[in-house]
Every structure is written in structure tokens, then in C-alpha cells.
């Protein structure tokens, strides 16, 4: 599940990228776990199994803030795999980890008495920041964008209008 629906309560809109990331989470638990020789070929991160999805939330949170914890999460990966964790996968790793910079900027604008114990009102020019960051946020994990990752052509629109046979 996507960082920002584990920490947010109420949940936010659906977008595109909260079904990207849980697909990234599924790649990378098959990446970084896959062993033809267990019962269980492909295991879960161990530290993104809570009971509570704020602290899931937050441990996802860390992995996307660090390279170490990209790294540290592939250790002992099958070789196999290591194209896509150097690849790809990386590649990924690098657009959610600039959603998760956003999303810290936003909520160091957002909530500034909480971050300065301070009051502070937003300006109108504070709340279009925040929404030029928001859509900043969503313009890093576009269908453009993910096809270009992971190196495939985007559907051509011409072929999804065109009648099945």
C-alpha cells in the first residue's frame, strides 16, 4: 500500500501512482526475497509488516528517503534480479523518493505549528506552492513516466479507440 494512504486519515483521493507504488512494493518483494529453493519463494520485507499502517507508513517512508535502505532491503538478492534492482526498480526508487521530498516540503508548509510550534497562516501565494508541489507529486508517476522506466512503448491512443475484433 502506498506511503501516503498508510499515514493519511482520513485516505486521499485515489491517484494513478498509489497503484504504481504497490506494484513497485510487489516487485521488489519478489526482487529482494525470491529463492527457487524454499517452500515460500518470494517472502515479505520483514520491516513492512506492522499491525499498524502508520508505523508501516513510516518504515516505508525511510526506505524511500535512503538510498542505504534501497540497498540494505536487496542484500542477498538473486542475481538474476540485479538488472532490475540496478535498473528499473532504481529508477522508481528515485520517483517516489522525490514524492516523499515533496510530501515532507508540503507538510512543513502545511503545518507549520507543528514543525515551528509556532502560528503561521498561509498566504494565498503558500497554499498555490503547495499545490504547484502536490501536482509536482503527481507528475512524477505518470503513465508517461512508468512506461518510460521500465522501457516500453506507451499504448498508442489511436489503437485504444480502435473496435475489437
Known amino acids: 500500500m502506498a506511503v501516503e494512504l498508510l499515514l493519511s486519515n482520513p485516505p ?35 520491516d513492512w509488516i506492522h499491525e499498524s499502517l502508520q508505523t508501516m507508513g513510516d518504515k516505508k517512508a525511510v526506505f ?5 535502505q534501497y ?18 526498480l532504481f529508477d522508481m526508487w528515485l520517483a517516489f523518493h522525490g514524492v516523499c521530498a515533496l510530501t515532507e516540503e508540503i507538510e512543513m508548509m ?8 509556532m502560528p503561521r497562516y498561509l498566504t494565498p501565494e503558500d497554499v498555490k506552492m503547495i499545490a504547484d508541489m502536490r501536482q509536482a507529486q503527481n507528475d512524477q508517476v505518470t503513465y508517461e513516466a512508468v512506461m518510460k522506466i521500465m522501457g516500453e512503448p506507451e499504448l ?4 485504444s479507440d480502435s473496435p475489437s475484433a
Request: proline share 4%; aromatic share 16%.
Open 110 to 117: 502545511a503545518t507549520p505549528q507543528a514543525t515551528t510550534g
Open 12 to 46: 486521499p483521493a485515489h491517484k494513478y501512482r498509489y497503484d504504481v507504488e504497490s506494484f513497485f512494493y510487489v516487485y521488489v518483494c519478489g526482487a529482494a526475497t525470491y529463492r527457487a529453493d524454499r517452500d515460500r519463494k518470494i517472502i515479505l520485507i520483514e
Open 71 to 88: 540497498t540494505k532491503v536487496f542484500e542477498g538478492a538473486h542475481a538474476d534480479f540485479k538488472p532490475a534492482i540496478g535498473g528499473f
Open 64 to 68: 524511500f528517503g535512503d538510498a542505504k
Open 156 to 159: 498508442l491512443l489511436e489503437a
